[in-house]
């Protein structure tokens, strides 16, 4: 019955939206957007470093 309370809550809200509209973002929220959508940059870009490492391993293993 867990799942029927948790249909009950708010869901938050992202902290930005991929084209959303910008005007009425302030100078300091604009910044605070960027810092945000880098640092997932390069958690997507340690994701991929970490994949592709994974796969040259797998693939020195099936060279020999």
Known sequence: MASDLDDDRPRPQPKHEI???L???????LTERIALLNA???RLEAAVAA???????ADA???L
Not at 51 to 57: D, F, G, I, M, P
């Open 23 to 29: 005007s009425l973002l302030s100078l300091g929220e």
């Open 19 to 21: 084209g959303q509209d």
């Open 61 to 63: 293993v099936f060279r």
């Open 51 to 57: 994949k592709e490492t994974s796969r040259a391993r």
């Open 40 to 42: 997932e940059i390069a």
